[in-house]
């Protein structure tokens, strides 16, 4: 087995132990509920996210291209494309990558959400509809990762688990 194969399994394990914090976040009553679900939510994308990486550098090394490279989707393509190869692995991620609501652009978002705090915005609006010097700004909670739901994360998980064993099935027949 390939050390990049190990790296994805340990990726989609890490889902797995940060979808059990999610739980018990979601199930939590105390003051700070949001904050543990918020932490939970963030550390389960960042996960998924990962994981996916993992996936593509998997590819990436089973085609024998440089897996150090990739980074994301493109990078991969981009190998590909200066090795005149095709694959079925890749036309399904390009698929994935450009259906407008596939679960993985949906996943892609809410994790680009988190590193966007939308304060910015929040700051100027609040400068410019108060006559006070004092200006209120809600942190958290308000971005699309907000909307983010357990359940959402957890199909997430199932959807790139079914894709990493469906992508490995297809490799080893060649």
């Known amino acids: 087995m390939s050390v990049f194969v190990t790296r994805t399994s340990q990726k989609l394990n890490f889902v797995q132990l940060q979808l059990e914090q999610l739980a018990q976040a979601d199930e939590s009553t105390g003051w700070s509920r949001q904050a543990r679900l918020e932490c939970a939510q963030e550390g389960v994308l960042f996960q998924l996210v990962s994981a996916y990486g993992a996936l593509l550098r998997e590819i990436a090394h089973h085609y024998?291209?440089?897996?150090?490279?990739?980074?994301?989707?493109?990078?991969?393509?981009?190998?590909?494309?200066?090795?005149?190869?095709?694959?079925?692995?890749?036309?399904?991620?390009?698929?994935?990558?450009?259906?407008?609501?596939?679960?993985?652009?949906?996943?892609?978002?809410?994790?680009?959400?988190?590193?966007?705090?939308?304060?910015?915005?929040?700051?100027?609006?609040?400068?410019?509809?108060?006559?006070?010097?004092?200006?209120?700004?809600?942190?958290?909670?308000?971005?699309?990762?907000?909307?983010?739901?357990?359940?959402?994360?957890?199909?997430?998980?199932?959807?790139?688990?079914?894709?990493a064993e469906r992508l490995r099935a297809g490799m080893q027949e060649w």
């Open 64 to 163: 024998r291209l440089d897996a150090a490279k990739v980074q994301q989707f493109a990078d991969l393509d981009a190998l590909f494309e200066r090795a005149a190869l095709q694959s079925p692995e890749r036309t399904e991620l390009a698929s994935l990558e450009q259906a407008e609501g596939s679960w993985l652009r949906c996943l892609r978002s809410a994790y680009e959400a988190c590193w966007q705090s939308g304060t910015e915005v929040r700051t100027a609006n609040a400068a410019a509809s108060s006559q006070s010097e004092i200006s209120l700004v809600q942190l958290g909670g308000g971005g699309a990762e907000a909307q983010v739901t357990p359940q959402q994360c957890r199909q997430w998980y199932r959807d790139l688990a079914q894709l």
